[in-house]
Every structure is written in C-alpha cells, then in structure tokens.
C-alpha cells in the first residue's frame, strides 16, 4: 500500500469555538482578540472579506468593526483547549498514530488504508467532528507531512475541485504539475516570508518551481531543512510523525498585563499564579522539574519609560511536581530581579529540566512520609480543580481579584469548563 497522511485543520478555529455555543455569530464578521484585545489571532471568512489582516492591532480596524458591523471579541483560550481537546480525541479514533501539531491541527498516519476509500474517510472525518463537536474542519492527505500540509491548504481553497478534503493520491503527476504550477511558494509549510523573498530573487515562485528547481542548488544555496522540504514536495518522506506521549522540555505560562505594573506584591501574585499553572501542566504529564525560570519585562514599545528586563533561574534541592515548592522558589527567583520605579508590562514562569517523576533518582535524604503528603495534596489539589474549574483550589500567594489580569473586556463564557458558566437553552 502507498504511504498516506493526513493533515486535519480545524477553520478558523477560534472563531468556530465561539460560533458553537453563539449561533448568533453564523454568517457574520467575527474577529477573536489576542491577550490585552491586542492583534487580530482569529477570523471569520467575512472578516477577512473586509480587509482585516491576521495579526492587525484592534486600534488599526476598530473603526472598521464600527463602520461594518464587525463582532470583535476577546481570546477565551480556556474553551478555545477545552473545544482542541474534543476533537483531539475523536480525531485519534480514526488512526493507530496521532501527532497533534497544534491546538488546531493534527496529523493522522493512514498507511495501508485502501487508497481509493481515503477522499470519503476525509469526508467522515469532517461529518463526525462536525456531528459531534461543530466544529468545521478540512482535510489534506497525500505521501508526506509537507504535501499533507499542501493538500489541506488546497482543501480550504478549493483547489482541484475539493470539497473540504482533497487527496493528491487522486491526481495525476500532471495534474499535480499545474495545480503546484498556481499555487504561491509561500504557501508551503516552513517557508515563511523573509525565506519566499529570497526564492523569489532566484525566480523560485511557484510550488512547482520549487519542487523542480536544482537539488544541488537548494542545498548550496538554502539550508538542509529547504532541501528537505523540496524531497518532501516530491513524495520523499524526510519528516516522519511524532508520538504523541513525546513529553515536553519545558513547560511555560506567562501573560502581559492589563496595566503596567509596579509594585512587587502584584508581581508576587502573578508569579505565582503562573508558577502553580505550569505545576498543573506537569503533574498531568507525569513530570518533575528541575528548576524554575522567572523573567519579568517593562513594556518594549514604549520608548519614553524606563526599560528593565531580567530572567532568573531558580534550581531545586530535588525535582518537584509540587505547587507550594515551585511557588516558592519562583517568587525567590523574582526578589532577585525585580527593580522598583519601573513598570512591568509582563511576566513569567518556566519550568526546566523535565523528568518524568517514575525515573527520578532518590537521594539520600529523601522523606517519604513528607512526599507521600505532597502527592495526596496535589491529587486532591487537580481533582477539585478538574471537577469545579480551573482555579477553583490554589495556593494563597496566588491572590484575588488580580488587578493585573490580562484585560479581555468581551470574553465569551467558559460554557464547556465552568459550571456557573453552562450555556442556557430557550
């Protein structure tokens, strides 16, 4: 059987979150905000019809959202992990291998499945995340990760008479010539804009252009990843699927703020707001940290105020998964680097040298009894949290109220993860 892949994209996916629990929003320009209603992160088909940019600041089309009935809202990342991991998991019931590449796409490895059955597959794919989740998503399979890639994009275009799936397997190499013949190089997976203008300068416009071009060429004049992606083009695998159990590095949370920040008690609280989040993230993937990164930073864009930006590193006696432990040594960590008289415009916390807690070496000085206490602490800690809602049981230094809290002034309801939240039928 030849290899296939699948490459799975949820449409403008955090725009399709909100349309989920607001039906309201169907057929209407929608715009998703990032942190601090900042840049444009999300856009419906209508909004991007009327001229706003991915990555536009609000203040550049706000006047536009007002002129043309725009429904600018603010980033709900809670729902937005909550709505991945739905389809996530439905997504896995259709492949032995899964790799999720982000919280709106995943790979799905379908070698030996009969090549002439893979365009419905896709279509089944789509009904059943729709079905179950509705969320809309489209579906590229071809050889490679990179042509899965492509395929997905022409999907969303409508290339090759598509219909929300599109699978190369069903061209021909001349039909695959002209439809690469059309298509922008930029549109290949890791080649970004700075990348496409030097292509451009050697006349390398086209995706057929570049699956084409001198391999020799390529490699003397890009680097071994561009070469890659050209073998990849021509349904050479170079870029093979990750398991989904590989665990994570390092784990970071971080936020700006939605007003600078001054004085070290708010930047206490945030801290360890941060730090006991990440010590959540670990926990649930079976880890230890080492040690604990802190950074704090002014506001680069403003030029007329005083600047400051530290990082610390706080290593640990013996690795934790434990809140209190990595708390504390995450505000040790910022006594050391924060500097009154300036105004802080973010901060945030890092977890490093990652284990997992199974293969952690003991030491000789070990308490098992204070352990034991730490893990049943931290096992009542997440089973609160996960039954009543995130933050529902934390650590007293995180605080209340938090002034210094991300401003989202039109954030949706938490309608999958709050049950105070739930969404009201009638």
Same mark, same amino acid.
Request: hydrophobic fraction near 35%.
């Given at each position: 059987?030849? !290899? ?12 399709? &979150? ?18 601090? =209603? ?11 019809? #009327? ?30 992990? %909550?709505?991945?991991? !739905? ?22 490895? #379908? ?46 275009? +409508? ?6 799936? &599109? %699978? ?12 690469? *013949?059309?298509?922008?190089?930029? =549109?290949?997976? +890791? ?111 403003? *030029? %007329? ?15 934790? %998964? ?43 000085? =070990? ?7 730490? =893990? ?51």
């Amino acid at each position: 059987m030849p !290899r296939a892949i699948a490459l799975v994209d949820c449409n403008n996916f955090y725009v399709s &979150c909100e349309r989920v629990f607001n039906p309201k929003l169907k057929g209407k320009p929608v715009v998703v905000l990032s942190n601090n =209603d900042g840049v444009a992160v999300s856009r419906s088909a209508e909004a991007r019809a #009327l001229g706003v940019n991915m990555a536009e600041p609000w203040f550049k089309f706000e006047k536009l959202a007002k002129q043309r009935g725009i429904i600018a809202l603010s980033s709900n990342y809670t729902l937005y992990g %909550d709505m991945s991991a !739905r389809v996530m998991s439905i997504l896995s019931t259709f492949s032995p291998r899964q790799e999720v590449y982000s919280i709106d796409e995943c790979f799905l490895d #379908l070698n030996g499945f009969p090549p002439e059955s893979l365009l419905e597959y896709g279509q089944k794919i789509r009904r059943t995340i729709r079905q179950n989740v509705g969320i809309p998503v489209c579906v590229g399979i071809a050889d490679t990760k990179t042509l899965a890639k492509l395929a997905n994009h022409c999907a969303k275009k +409508g290339y090759a008479g598509s219909n929300g799936v &599109c %699978d190369f397997g069903r061209l021909s190499e001349e039909e695959r010539s002209e439809l690469f *013949g059309r298509i922008s190089v930029g =549109d290949v997976w +890791g080649v970004g804009r700075k990348l496409t203008e030097k292509l451009l300068t050697l006349g390398i416009k086209t995706v057929e252009d570049l699956r084409t071009a001198n391999p020799e060429r390529i490699h003397s004049q890009f680097s071994v990843v561009l070469g890659r992606t050209q073998q990849e083009l021509n349904s050479v695998p170079c870029i093979e699927l990750e398991d989904a159990g590989t665990p994570r590095q390092q784990i970071m949370v971080s936020r700006s703020f939605g007003s600078a920040v001054t004085a070290l008690a708010d930047l206490s609280e945030s801290v360890a707001c941060f730090a006991a989040t990440a010590a959540a993230k670990l926990r649930h993937d079976g880890s230890v940290a080492g040690s604990v990164c802190v950074y704090l930073h002014t506001h680069p864009c403003k *030029g %007329d105020e005083s600047q400051h930006q530290q990082s610390r590193i706080v290593p640990l006696n013996q690795p934790s %998964d434990d809140t209190s432990v990595l708390v504390k040594a995450a505000i040790a960590g910022l006594k050391t680097i924060y500097r009154s008289g300036f105004r802080y415009k973010k901060s945030g916390v890092m977890l490093l040298g990652l284990q997992p807690k199974g293969a952690m070496q003991s030491t000789l000085f =070990d308490e098992r009894l204070a352990q034991t206490k730490s =893990d049943n602490l931290m096992q009542v800690m997440d089973s609160i949290n996960k039954r009543m809602g995130k933050g529902s049981l934390t650590i007293a230094a995180s605080g209340l109220g938090h002034g210094w809290a991300t401003r989202r002034d039109s954030k949706s309801p938490n309608y999958t993860t709050e049950w105070g939240e739930l969404p009201v039928a009638g």
